[in-house]
Each structure stands twice: as C-alpha cells, then as structure tokens.
C-alpha cells in the first residue's frame, strides 16, 4: 500500500472556506468586504470565529463583536488559519469507535496546539495561529489511517499495545510509512505552507525535516509535554522519550517547559470547548 492510496477523494478534498479566503488573498481585486462575506457565508463559522477571539485563546483587552472587527485586528491570514482550525474537525466523521476516541484524540491535539503555540510565543513568534494549527494537526494521519485502512491500524495498535513498542514504529513496519507521513501528505494536498507539512511530516523525526528542522522539533516537544499532562489519545501506548538533543537544539530548559505545561492546563478547557464544543 503507498500513501496515495490512503489519500481517498473525500479525505484529501482541502476544507472550502479555508481555500476560499486563500484565492481571495492571492486576488489583487478582492476586498476587505470580500473576506467577510466568505466568512459570514458560514454562520455556524464566524460566530465560533468570534467566540475564540473573544476568548482566552487571544487575551484580546476590547471584546470583538463583528467579524469585521476580527479581520481588522487579525488581519486575512491569521482569521483563514483560524477558520481552517474550526472547519478542520468536521472532516472525520465515520470513524469506528473501536479504533479512537474522538474527543481524547482531539483533546490531545488541541492540547499540542496550544503547547507549540506557547513555544513559538517563548521564541518571539507573532503569527501564532500557524503554529497553533501544527500542534492541532499533528497526528491528523492517525485519523487518515482510522478511515481508511482501518483492518490495518487495528492490528498496529494491538501490536504497539502487546509489544511496548511506539506506534509511529510498528506503523513504519506494516506499511512503510506512519500517520506522520500520511499527514503530511494530506497536507501538502491540501496545498498548506511547507513549514506547516514538514512540521506534522517529522514530528517524529525532527532532525529529518529538510527545511523546517526548529519547527518539527517544537512540535516533537510540544506532543510530549502533552503526554506528561495526561492528554494521551492518539494511540501511543506510553510516553515517547523526550530527546536532549532536541532540547539543546531548541535551547529550551526543563524550567520553562513546566511553565509552559502549566499555562496550558489553565487554559485547555475553555480552548477545547470552543473549538471542539
Ligand atoms: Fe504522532
Ligand atoms: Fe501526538
């Protein structure tokens, strides 16, 4: 089996509002009304757009009532990365049970979102939605694989379960690749920034990534310290070791991680419910 196969139309179809407001960026005509209406077309959309921007998630001082108002303060490319992490859930409905809990599996990749967007703030990043949506992603491949090769995933985590081996292994050797690969894959069909695709392609490998080596490695980070608060739920039997190269790589001490462990679980609820509630 090749990754291809498991990228089927519907699962590899990009989510519309997202690549709606993308062309409309890339139009030289397009107009600020225009963004709003592509966002106001999905009412369901832009009052959850709201809630987050109102919500803790951004600490913004005044409160944001229209999504005009959003687009001033956020500007197109922040609000489309955040309408892409509302809308992105919806996609995988019709997974068997057996295989995951949803809200455990989302649970652990909001909190991973939350996790690489604290790092990314730590290194002076501003455009925090970007990596907000490589920690939501991450494991997006395991959900690919759940859907659509699910005979295939049930064994592996049996497997990973009966011999304590880490699942994105046992995955390498059944298939020849792992849900890190399938997610990226499908991100890159989804035509979404490379530092994004390489992120979630080597958050198990980030010394591999070709590019974008810092921003795998946060994520690699940012998925463990979700582990040690608890929020396992992508399949992975144990903790996966956190490597000290990476740490040294990042230049990032043990101090500031369990700062940034703590931030998170005083925000994880409210963020959780408001984009998966
Ligand atoms: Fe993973
Ligand atoms: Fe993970």
Not at 53 to 81: E, K, M, P, R, W
């Amino acid at each position: 089996m090749e990754i291809q196969d498991i990228l089927t139309n519907e699962v590899a179809s990009s989510p519309v509002v997202y690549h709606k407001l993308k062309d409309a960026i890339q139009d030289p005509e397009s107009t600020f009304q225009d963004f709003a209406d592509i966002i106001r077309a999905d009412s369901g959309l832009s009052s959850r757009l709201l809630r987050i921007v109102n919500s803790s998630f951004y600490g913004l001082s005044t409160s944001v009532d229209s999504v005009t108002h959003a687009l001033n303060i956020l500007g197109v490319d922040q609000l489309g990365d955040l309408a892409l992490a509302t809308v992105v859930m919806s996609k995988f409905n019709g997974i068997p049970k057996d295989l995951v809990n949803l809200d455990m599996f989302w649970k652990h990749n909001i909190a991973c979102g939350l996790m690489v967007k604290e790092i990314a703030v730590l290194f002076g990043e501003t455009n925090t939605e970007k990596f907000y949506l490589m920690g939501l992603l991450h494991d997006i491949g395991s959900l690919v694989m759940y859907k659509e090769a699910s005979a295939i995933s049930r064994t592996c985590l049996s497997r990973a379960d009966y011999e304590g081996r880490h699942l994105y292994q046992i995955e390498q050797g059944e298939l020849g690749f792992c849900h890190a690969q399938i997610g990226g894959e499908l991100l890159k069909k989804w035509r979404l920034p490379d530092p994004l695709v390489e992120s979630v392609y080597y958050h198990h490998n980030p010394f591999e990534a070709p590019k974008f080596p810092k921003f795998a490695s946060i994520v690699h980070v940012a998925d463990i310290l979700v582990y040690e608060i608890g929020l396992s739920g992508s399949g992975e039997p144990f903790i996966p070791p956190l490597g000290r190269k990476v740490l040294e790589f990042l230049q990032l001490e043990k101090k500031q991680l369990t700062k940034i462990k703590s931030s998170v679980n005083d925000s994880f609820e409210e963020v959780f419910q408001m984009f998966y509630g």
